[in-house]
């Protein structure tokens, strides 16, 4: 293997590395969105909500 093939391997191989720790550590380190209550917003009948609390 010729001088620039392996740099072109190297490089290639440390930005997929680089990229692949980055975006897993951001899936691990971003705080879940707060999702609505759709089983309560969604009751048909009234007895059955809860109050929205201000």
Do not use: C, Q, W
Not at 8 to 36: A, S
């Amino acid at each position: 293997m010729n001088t620039s093939a392996l740099i072109v391997m190297l490089t290639t191989f440390t930005l997929v590395t680089g990229l692949m720790i980055f975006f897993f550590f951001k899936v691990l380190t971003t705080p879940p969105r707060p999702e609505p209550d759709s089983y309560l917003d969604n009751d048909d009948e009234p007895e059955h909500r809860v109050p929205k609390s201000k």
